[in-house]
Structure formats: structure tokens, C-alpha cells
């Protein structure tokens, strides 16, 4: 029963992987990318380690399943926020059905001249 | 049963790696380039900690913290190297 459980939370985990990555190929711009990308990257292999500690229940497993669940929630928001920054500077272009963009103007890919 | 879903979740990891690969390949700008990477090497812990799970051995892991901490740098170092190179034009 428990086997069984903790395949399920590992084929979960796999099926949130596989939705960030249609949404990173079908999503229209860099931002709603990344937003898909994250949030399903983190959940996806947080359900992963999730399986795999109660399929494996030892101190090697859950020490270095920790550390792995604990160094990417850290590190995913940072990249993130990182290659988000370095692409609003550079004047990526957004999503022509985006409402608001709080750039300012000379930052903008159109020069400020568009919505 | 349980090796059934162990298979079936490595086989989804990488049609999914698959697909981000086609994003690597064509997408428009830099930017899309480097988030596509950077979740490719997300997908590949994920599948390192999936064979770890279905061989028992607890050394994969080790490996899977190593891949994470060398995405995460590239992935800094990509974003930097995108915002100086836009800088340097100028």
C-alpha cells in the first residue's frame, strides 16, 4: 500500500513536470513561461522527493532529499527573478494581450509608444 | 505496480524534456532560451530522483544536488551575461 502510494506521488510529480513544460512550449511570452515553468518545476519535484522518501524511509534518503527539496525551493525563486529581471531590462516583448506594463518608457521594446 | 509507475513517470519526464528541448531550439529571444534551460535541468534532477527511487541507491542523489547547484549557477551567469551584453551596446 504504501509502494503504492509513493508511486503515485512520484507519477504525479512526472505529470506536473510534463505541464511546465507544454506550458514553457505553448505559453506566448517570457514571462507567463517562467511563471508556469516554477511554480510546476518546484511542486513537480517537491511530489518527486515526496515519493521517493516514502518509498526509501532511511537517514541516507531523507537527508539528501531534504537538502535537494530545500536547495531548489531557495534557488528556483531566485533564478527566476534573476532571468525575469534581465529580460524586462532588456525589452523582452510581452504578450500583446498584456494590460499593464509598469517599465519605464525607455525601457521598452517599442520605445514606450505602444500599450 | 509500483515499477509500472516508475516507468510510466521516467517516460513522461522525458516527453516533457523533449518539449523543452523544442523551446530551446526555437524560442524567439534569449530570455526564452535560458528559462527553457533552466528547467531542463530541473526535469533532469527529477529524473535523476526517479532512478533513484527505482534502484534503491541513495548515490544518484548526491549527483542530483550537484546538477541543481551547476543549473542555478548557469542560469545566474546567463542572466547576467543577458543584461552586461545589453549594456555593452549602448
Known amino acids: 500500500m504504501r509502494e503504492i502510494i509513493a508511486g503515485l506521488l512520484v507519477f504525479a510529480g512526472a505529470l506536473l513536470a510534463l505541464l511546465a513544460a507544454v506550458g514553457v512550449l505553448r505559453l506566448p511570452d517570457v514571462f507567463t513561461r517562467m511563471q508556469s515553468s516554477t511554480k510546476a518545476s518546484t511542486l513537480g519535484l517537491g511530489l518527486l522527493l515526496g515519493g521517493l522518501v516514502l518509498l526509501h524511509p532511511s537517514t541516507e534518503f531523507v537527508i539528501r532529499a531534504g537538502s535537494i527539496a530545500a536547495f531548489i525551493m531557495l534557488t528556483v525563486p531566485v533564478s527566476a527573478h534573476v532571468i525575469a529581471r534581465a529580460a524586462a531590462r532588456t525589452g523582452a516583448p510581452l504578450w500583446i494581450g498584456t494590460t499593464v506594463d509598469e517599465r519605464p518608457f525607455e525601457e521598452r521594446d517599442d520605445g514606450g509608444h505602444g500599450a | ?90
Open chain 2, 1 to 90: 505496480m509500483l515499477n509500472l509507475l516508475l516507468l510510466a513517470a521516467l517516460a513522461i519526464l522525458a516527453v516533457s524534456g523533449f518539449l523543452v528541448l523544442l523551446r530551446i531550439v526555437s524560442g524567439p529571444t534569449l530570455p526564452d532560451r535560458v528559462v527553457a534551460i533552466d528547467l531542463m535541468g530541473v526535469l533532469i534532477v527529477g529524473f535523476v530522483v526517479v532512478s533513484a527511487a527505482a534502484t534503491g541507491s541513495y548515490f544518484f542523489l548526491d549527483i542530483a544536488i550537484v546538477i541543481a547547484l551547476i543549473s542555478f549557477v548557469g542560469t545566474v551567469a546567463y542572466a547576467r551575461y543577458i543584461e552586461m551584453g545589453e549594456a555593452e551596446e549602448e
